[in-house]
């Protein structure tokens, strides 16, 4: 029961770090978010997904997708 | 305050940050961009001090695998610096201006003042480089420049030095 977690383990990487890294972290951590969910609408686009299924998985309207990715289709 | 910037150099400097900037997939244009900007250029001191920009770009890699390290994660430098989508051809390269960060407007203002002080006509890129070494501990170029090695204030002299 002592043992500690991957998430708690970030967590206090995250309290005891120097700000400047963690908040650096952050901004690259965003700059991989939408890389990947850029990636992973187009080939689930091309595989044959709605919009309103991406939505679905990502969490967000089907409005939403499709507006941020509609010029890349 | 950037049109007093000596033209050719302004778009130089100005055209290379603004692309690291969209290549890296940052939402701003901040203070290390522009010394990205300075070294693509590529004039003066920058290139006395071997600010080269493959130098700037790999350090910039090499900082934000460190800092997701030292938040606990781990991660391939592959996956960091692979292109971003807004580079990739369906989208192609972004086209308009990126905005700059607060930290980018002070270090351009300083760079105007430091030029009005010495009486100069218009601000090159000893001024730009010496409003970026004297941006604090805090400023993402100040900390580039520690990281390449260099002393801030090292550099703010060699920058003044190279006008006088």
């Known amino acids: 029961m002592t043992e500690v977690t991957d998430m ?21 951590l965003r700059r991989l978010a939408e890389s990947l969910e850029a990636r992973q ?8 997904w709605t919009w ?11 409005q939403a997708v499709h507006k941020k990715y509609r010029k890349v289709m | 305050m950037f049109e007093r910037f000596d033209g050719d150099v302004r778009r130089a400097v100005l055209a290379a940050a603004e692309e690291v900037t969209g290549r890296r997939g940052d939402p701003r ?44 994660l781990e991660t391939d430098p592959d996956v960091v610096a692979s292109v971003p989508i807004r580079h990739h051809r ?13 930290g980018a407007k002070n270090a351009l203002k300083r760079s105007l003042q430091i030029c009005t002080s010495e009486g100069h006509r218009s601000i090159g890129t000893g001024h730009l480089l010496a ?3 004297v941006g604090g501990p805090r400023d993402p170029a100040v ?22």
């Open chain 2, 29 to 72: 244009l901040g203070t290390e961009h522009l010394l990205y900007g300075l070294a693509a250029v590529g004039d003066g001191v920058t290139v006395d001090l071997g600010i080269t920009p493959e130098r700037v770009h790999r350090e910039l890699i090499a900082w934000d695998l460190e800092a997701l390290g030292s938040v606990g």
């Open chain 1, 52 to 62: 309103e299924q991406i939505g679905d998985a990502l969490g967000v309207s089907r």
């Open chain 2, 131 to 133: 409003g970026l070494a």
């Open chain 1, 41 to 48: 609408v187009m080939t689930a686009r091309r595989a044959g």
């Open chain 2, 90 to 102: 369906w989208w192609g390269p972004i086209k308009h201006h990126v905005p700059f960060t607060d």
């Open chain 2, 143 to 164: 900390r580039l420049l520690y990281r390449l090695g260099l002393d801030p204030a090292v550099v703010d002299q060699r920058a003044r030095a190279s006008w006088s």
């Open chain 1, 8 to 28: 708690q383990r970030t967590a206090i990487a995250a309290e005891s770090e120097d700000p400047a890294e963690g908040l650096r972290a952050v901004a690259a």
